[in-house]
């Protein structure tokens, strides 16, 4: 079909010109516009609809483990931000500051978010008295803007879309089970709702979020062979808690600080989403957050073709999220549309599918094309939309194992990395200037110490030190 | 009960002092807290559930009439803040400016939206082309700022949440039906879900939004007798889309600019619920958005009453949002605690209610009791939270009513007002200068000329020539 084809080759082949792929697709797939200001980004409606899904599946999980909603003002006064010293240091360079409300010159800057520690903060110092009012596990979704350079649509953005917890306990131990709670819920999100294969691990010191004890991570893989944070939860301690004077009074009478965490997810997992099942036909999307998970294409325009695609639609959308192009568009056009956008399935109908009670489906994932009775259509359907995010999940599973490698020495370590690119398990001796040299060299960052640790060998990949840790390295989104 | 009457004593009585009564209400049923930041509020989990309430069951109408959510910059660069001339006007007052982005002076100032018609405008200008992309119906869900000197929780504050919709259509019919459509949306919503009686009408020209050809808007009337504007949606016909250049190709090939809308409500509207439906013992909530329908309170601590409880509270949580309180506080307190919190159905359940297999259900709305075989619970407490909620929309529509008046001249225009303040009714000649010495003389403004029209008399309440429409009058939130 000479359309098909048009449509197609309008994108890089990622092999070519990965990060050309990325932006192409983005913008055919209807995802993302650009707007006026710099490094903001528009979320369309096909967008928005994933995050959308994203956010409700997510905030189930969250519900179900004691987490209430909340919604923190965006505004936060300069001598706010700076009360906890690590925190400030962090962020300060990246905020954007209102200095003017109305026609006049405000008395304090006040910073747009760029995170909400010291809102949350400030209230649980106003509202936590008692053991009683323990835990408080709170999350909100909403934007936050850190002030960036280089952008890309929903990798890196100057706003962006989150949803961070903010959660207060009464000792060390519980703080640090619901930050390794949270991690669990991040990846067992990843796997069973996005398809994507995940590392758990924590960050090493350099890498740890400011203000934070332990930083924990999911790391993920992309096509490419660079590696996307894609989700992290972490402990505070008592920090915060001193700096903000945040204290209850325990059942013994006695006053306490309490312990903290904060967690993590944004837009970017749509980024992950696409760099982990995209091919050079478009989008794939896991079916559990595709906002149209079957699409009707009637292969003509017959009136009788038409009604039983209308049929089959209104039958459908009692099971799953199905949308009919009923449109005097070509079939072909509408074929590789929908590929662009990455619809799990295709629903074929034309006229001998009518006269034999069939249709054919084809899958967006492996091509393949079956004929079912449409009988049968309400039973399969599900059943294939599983059997899709299975495959998915097992096809990116192989393919982050098959880029995952082992290096013994620096120069295994860039002679990997420069040919290969992707995760490189090496060994650690735990000490920054390692770390620092290891990037200056190669440009990879260490992504985490995984909780499953191997033993690779004694000694640092680096200064040939006995070695503490294995970690995880690659270049980074 | 002592604890009883004490806790409920620490609110102001409303017919004393309604603003205090107010600022009670919403700090003791914890709906928000203060934020450092003077004029924004932080929403607390109770407050937060009851807009993600309204939020689900508003965003189900806008889906099912064809609308899709999107994200657009909260940031406005100044220059396309100014493209349309009125709007800049009516809103460059009270926006806060950003002027530094990490430690860099920006060359161009950019202000935190107040609201979003230049973004979706300058969007729709780049997708718009053809009449094949008409009509665009998008809405988001986000929060806006406008730097207001006096600020209340809910009703009048520095940032708010809002739902915003923008649209484009080939023709200025369609774009009039739209707006009506969604005006019906609104006063359907305020009545099946809110339980709260609206009048609908359009704005005069002097209270029309900035740039707007036409405001249609929903009145309703508070406790104290005062109008909260709790909807509006506007018509903008071709002015916006002049001024951003937003045109597509009809069938005939002609170059033609869209008509266009936008409308929206607020957290304004948990403000509304609270002033229309509360009471001296606090909140009184209706059913369908409120967090907890039920409340199960053991009147004892007995471990077979206490298992009773939570055997129901398992088997209501299939047919409703339930909570069990087992807390060691006394029941006493816990009956206070909800109503306060205006949960619509406490339940009852002690030792002797074990024994006979009943238990007692108590109704917010009036303080009737009834006792309920247990075996009829989940057929019972559905019906009771419907009969509740036509209870709750009866009293609050007499109410109304009962404070709606009519007055022939500005004598029984003032008295009117002073001594029972409320909605007035009353023949106006269509001329701003009345409009003007209306509200010069008592405080009141136009809220709208209703689509329901009466002819009260032939002259204007106010310069006695001929009048035009009869007009809500009213003192505002």
Same mark, same amino acid.
């Given at each position: 079909m000479?359309?098909?084809?048009?449509?197609?080759?309008?994108?890089?082949?990622?092999?070519?010109?990965?990060?050309?792929?990325?932006?192409?697709v #983005?913008?055919?797939?209807?995802? &993302?516009?650009?707007?006026s200001?710099?490094?903001?980004?528009?979320?369309r409606?096909y967008?928005?609809?994933?995050?959308?899904?994203?956010?409700?599946?997510?905030?189930?999980?969250?519900?179900?483990?004691? =987490?209430?909603?909340?919604?923190m003002?965006?505004?936060?006064?300069e001598?706010?931000?700076?009360?906890?010293? $690590?925190?400030? +240091?962090?962020?300060?360079?990246?905020?954007?500051?209102?200095?003017?409300?109305?026609?006049?010159?405000?008395?304090?800057?006040?910073? #747009?978010?760029? &995170?909400?520690?010291?809102?949350?903060?400030? =209230?649980?110092?106003?509202?936590? =008295?008692?053991?009683? $009012?323990?835990?408080?596990?709170?999350n909100?979704?909403?934007s936050?803007?850190?002030?960036?350079?280089?952008?890309?649509?929903?990798?890196?953005? &100057?706003?962006?879309?989150?949803?961070?917890?903010?959660?207060?306990?009464?000792?060390? +131990?519980?703080?640090?089970?619901e930050?390794?709670?949270?991690?669990?819920?991040?990846?067992?999100?990843?796997?069973?709702?996005?398809?994507?294969?995940? %590392?758990?691990?924590?960050?090493?010191?350099?890498?740890?979020?400011?203000?934070?004890?332990?930083?924990?991570?999911?790391?993920?893989?992309?096509? $490419?062979?660079?590696?996307?944070?894609?989700?992290?939860?972490?402990?505070?301690?008592?920090?915060?808690?001193?700096?903000?004077?945040?204290?209850?009074?325990?059942?013994?009478?006695?006053?306490?600080?309490?312990?903290?965490?904060?967690?993590?997810?944004?837009?970017?997992? %749509?980024?992950?989403?696409?760099?982990?099942?995209?091919?050079?036909?478009?989008?794939?999307?896991?079916?559990?957050?595709?906002?149209?998970?079957?699409?009707?294409?009637? %292969? &003509?325009?017959?009136?009788?073709?038409l009604?039983?695609?209308?049929?089959?639609?209104?039958?459908?959308?009692?099971?799953?999220? #199905?949308?009919?192009?009923?449109? $005097?568009?070509?079939?072909?056009?509408?074929?590789?549309e929908?590929?662009?956008?990455?619809?799990?399935?295709?629903?074929? %109908?034309?006229?001998?599918?009518?006269?034999?009670?069939?249709?054919?489906?084809?899958?967006?994932?492996?091509?393949e094309?079956?004929?079912?009775?449409?009988?049968?259509?309400? +039973?399969?359907?599900?059943?294939l939309?599983?059997?899709?995010? +299975?495959?998915?999940?097992?096809?990116?599973?192989?393919?982050?194992?098959?880029?995952?490698?082992?290096?013994?020495n620096?120069?295994?370590?860039?002679?990997?990395?420069?040919?290969?690119?992707?995760?490189?398990?090496?060994?650690?001796?735990?000490?920054?200037?390692?770390?620092?040299?290891?990037?200056?060299?190669?440009?990879?960052?260490?992504?985490?110490?995984?909780?499953?640790?191997?033993?690779?060998?004694?000694?640092?990949?680096?200064?040939?030190?006995?070695?503490?840790?294995? #970690?995880?390295?690659?270049?980074?989104?």
């Amino acid at each position: 079909m000479a359309t098909d084809k048009k449509f197609v080759e309008s994108i890089t082949d990622m092999e070519k010109d990965f990060p050309q792929w990325y932006t192409d697709v #983005v913008k055919k797939a209807d995802l &993302t516009a650009y707007s006026s200001l710099k490094g903001c980004m528009i979320i369309r409606p096909y967008g928005y609809a994933i995050w959308e899904l994203i956010q409700k599946q997510m905030d189930e999980k969250f519900k179900e483990t004691g =987490h209430e909603n909340v919604y923190m003002p965006m505004f936060i006064p300069e001598s706010l931000l700076q009360k906890e010293k $690590d925190h400030i +240091e962090g962020f300060a360079p990246e905020v954007a500051w209102v200095t003017q409300g109305g026609d006049k010159q405000l008395e304090e800057r006040i910073c #747009v978010r760029p &995170t909400s520690e010291t809102l949350f903060c400030e =209230h649980y110092a106003n509202i936590i =008295h008692s053991y009683r $009012d323990l835990p408080k596990l709170y999350n909100q979704w909403c934007s936050v803007v850190r002030w960036e350079k280089t952008t890309r649509p929903f990798l890196r953005t &100057t706003e962006f879309l989150w949803q961070e917890g903010h959660t207060a306990h009464a000792t060390a +131990e519980e703080s640090l089970e619901e930050t390794l709670k949270i991690l669990d819920i991040y990846a067992n999100f990843c796997r069973d709702i996005l398809a994507m294969p995940v %590392i758990e691990g924590e960050k090493t010191e350099k890498e740890r979020f400011a203000g934070a004890e332990h930083t924990f991570t999911i790391e993920s893989l992309m096509h $490419d062979g660079k590696a996307l944070q894609s989700g992290t939860s972490h402990n505070f301690g008592d920090g915060f808690a001193k700096a903000f004077g945040i204290q209850y009074t325990d059942k013994d009478n006695q006053l306490q600080y309490v312990h903290q965490t904060s967690w993590g997810v944004t837009t970017r997992l %749509i980024g992950a989403i696409i760099m982990v099942h995209g091919d050079n036909s478009g989008l794939v999307l896991p079916p559990r957050i595709a906002p149209i998970q079957v699409i009707i294409v009637p %292969i &003509t325009q017959q009136d009788d073709v038409l009604e039983k695609a209308n049929e089959l639609k209104t039958n459908l959308s009692k099971i799953c999220r #199905v949308k009919l192009d009923d449109s $005097d568009k070509t079939a072909g056009w509408k074929f590789s549309e929908y590929e662009m956008k990455g619809v799990p399935v295709r629903l074929e %109908i034309g006229p001998k599918d009518l006269d034999n009670n069939q249709v054919v489906l084809a899958r967006r994932d492996n091509g393949e094309k079956i004929t079912v009775s449409m009988d049968e259509l309400t +039973e399969k359907i599900p059943a294939l939309l599983d059997e899709i995010h +299975e495959n998915l999940l097992k096809q990116a599973t192989e393919r982050q194992n098959h880029k995952t490698y082992v290096a013994h020495n620096m120069d295994e370590f860039e002679k990997t990395l420069n040919e290969t690119p992707g995760f490189i398990k090496a060994m650690w001796c735990g000490d920054k200037a390692c770390e620092e040299a290891i990037k200056e060299k190669s440009g990879a960052t260490s992504r985490c110490i995984p909780f499953e640790q191997e033993n690779l060998s004694d000694v640092c990949v680096c200064c040939g030190k006995p070695a503490k840790h294995m #970690v995880y390295w690659g270049r980074a989104y």
